[in-house]
Nanobody, 130 residues
Framework: QVQVVESGGTSVQAGDSLRLSCTVS????????MGWFRQTPEIPGKEREG???????????YYIDSVKGRFTISRDNAMKTLYLQMNNLLYEDTAVYYCAPARIETGTIVVPPTWASDNWGQGTRVTVSS
């Protein structure tokens, strides 16, 4: 059974930095491209959006424009852990952050169709005060 546990989220001030972590068990982590996603549950109807992507071998990364230059994704395959270094945080970065296998489709970071909805972890909440 797949288990995903995200951690590292907290409340910070705009301009601060955070490092999120995600540990994955129950799947062959090294064989998957991975991504970070975020969702703002306080905004009804707002879809979970892919924020950053990293290939299984860390040779390829991708970021949405709004976080480019501020966020850095990385991974440790031996530890089955995914990271997201978030610098110069903005109010707009406030969200619950999740990790999952990922791929890029027409410039959008999405989960593969095989990723079941009940595989998502609880996420880790990041709150940025302006």
């Amino acid at each position: 059974q797949v288990q995903v546990v995200e951690s590292g989220g907290t409340s910070v001030q705009a301009g601060d930095s955070l490092r999120l972590s995600c540990t994955v068990s129950g799947l062959a982590f090294v064989g998957y491209d991975m991504g970070w996603f975020r969702q703002t549950p306080e905004i009804p109807g707002k879809e979970r959006e892919g924020v950053s992507f990293i290939s299984w071998d860390s040779k390829s990364t991708y970021y949405i424009d709004s976080v480019k230059g501020r966020f850095t994704i990385s991974r440790d395959n031996a530890m089955k852990t995914l990271y997201l270094q978030m610098n110069n945080l903005l109010y707009e970065d406030t969200a619950v952050y999740y990790c999952a296998p990922a791929r890029i489709e027409t410039g959008t970071i999405v989960v593969p169709p095989t990723w079941a909805s009940d595989n998502w972890g609880q996420g880790t909440r990041v709150t940025v005060s302006s």
